[in-house]
């Protein structure tokens, strides 16, 4: 390894996340990376100053023995944590404490014995309530599973701040020029389906919202951190994602115009008539051994929006998301490269229901 740089050790590498960041970082640290799987299964390549360890982050008796281990390497200057449990169910999980609450913890032990200078924790903006602006000061009070576990983990963060500095970024939905956002691959494949009905339905009236990060911005925002960390606060809160939010309707009018080359008029369809419609998904799905996607909880986000306000994050880190990298600028490439390559899109979003 290149003692020169800086170590830099990366939770949940073998990701999507992960493995975007990986390209990004893997010329200018010496990583450290932490996965449940090996490297050749989540198609990391060789590097000289690259170390991969398979260790479940909750098994403690294991992730302790990288004490030594990265040390013999030169050591750890940072940590960043993105490893963590989601499903798309909306019901209790043993991963949601095994993973996200208790592996969290043990990262933060780990990081007591490793002398490092920050302490860099993924969490979500989806961890906020909707129908509310998020910024930095915003409580990560949403009563959801995976919510409340990112919730225990900023706690956490924040309580071991007092022997490290510590960032906690609540990141917005991640998605590439392949997709691989879930909700987003499941609108497109509708919404550009060709089925005359189908293919124009929109939920309530379109206005479901969030914000949206491309994962290569998203892996500069890291970076941007780590540069700036000197400088950073003790224990900060920071928003990985542009301001305002995208709508449904907005995505669905660039994407129809695109795809079928002029526009399309949506069917805006009440939720209590979209009960029966998932019902009928998902028997359907069954029947054919297929996991589905549409869930009904999904319906209690019908027309609610979560609206970023990042102004603090940008002027703290001098950071701006791409502009050529937004949802609404990238919708067309990711349509694209449906098109030219459907196997392979289909492959890479469906892997992720899987993982999930």
């Given amino acids: 390894m290149e003692y020169r740089l800086p170590g830099l050790m990366l939770t949940g590498a073998s990701g999507f996340e992960g493995r975007n960041f990986i390209k990004a970082a893997a010329e200018k640290f010496r990583l450290f990376c932490v996965a449940r799987r090996s490297a050749e299964e989540a198609g990391v390549q060789a590097n000289k100053n690259l170390?991969?360890?398979?260790?479940?982050?909750?098994?403690?008796?294991?992730?302790?023995?990288?004490?030594?281990?990265?040390?013999?390497?030169?050591?750890?200057?940072?940590?960043?944590?993105?490893?963590?449990?989601?499903?798309?169910?909306?019901?209790?999980?043993p991963n949601y404490i095994r993973t996200n609450v208790e592996g969290t913890k043990n990262m933060l032990e780990l990081a007591r014995h490793l002398d490092i200078k920050r302490f860099i924790f993924a969490s979500s903006q989806a961890s906020c309530s909707f129908n509310t602006i998020v910024s930095e000061k915003s409580p990560p009070d949403a009563n959801i599973p995976y919510a409340r576990s990112k919730k225990a983990g900023e706690e956490m963060v924040g309580d071991y701040s007092r022997w490290f500095p510590c960032a906690i970024v609540r990141i917005a939905a991640v998605f590439s020029d392949w997709c691989e956002y879930l909700p987003l691959y499941y609108l497109l494949n509708n919404w550009l389906s060709g089925n005359m009905l189908h293919s124009r339905i929109i939920a309530g009236h379109g206005q479901t919202a969030i914000p949206y990060i491309h994962v290569h911005d998203l892996a500069h925002f890291f970076l941007k951190v780590i540069e700036k960390s000197e400088k950073l606060e003790q224990n900060i809160i920071l928003n990985?994602?542009?301001?305002?939010?995208?709508?449904?309707?907005?995505?669905?009018?660039?994407?129809?115009?695109?795809?079928?080359?002029?526009?399309?008029?949506?069917?805006?369809?009440?939720?209590?008539?979209?009960?029966?419609?998932?019902?009928?998904r998902r028997l359907l799905s069954r029947v054919q051994g297929k996991q589905t996607f549409e869930q009904l909880w999904m319906l209690d986000y019908v027309d609610k929006q979560l609206v970023a306000e990042s102004s603090k994050t940008r002027n703290t880190l001098a950071w701006e998301p791409t502009p050529s990298k937004?949802?609404?600028?990238?919708?067309?490439?990711?349509?694209?490269?449906?098109?030219?390559?459907?196997?392979v899109w289909r492959m890479m979003n469906e892997s992720m229901l899987r993982r999930g």
Avoid: C
């Fill in 51 to 93: 170390r991969w360890a398979q260790v479940d982050i909750a098994d403690w008796a294991n992730l302790k023995e990288l004490i030594p281990l990265t040390k013999d390497f030169g050591g750890v200057d940072y940590i960043v944590h993105l490893a963590g449990y989601y499903d798309y169910t909306n019901m209790e999980h």
């Fill in 240 to 280: 990985a994602g542009p301001d305002g939010a995208t709508s449904h309707l907005e995505l669905f009018r660039i994407a129809t115009q695109y795809y079928y080359t002029k526009p399309q008029e949506p069917i805006f369809t009440n939720r209590r008539l979209l009960v029966p419609m998932i019902l009928a």
């Fill in 326 to 343: 937004s949802i609404t600028n990238r919708l067309a490439l990711l349509i694209d490269n449906m098109q030219r390559n459907g196997e």
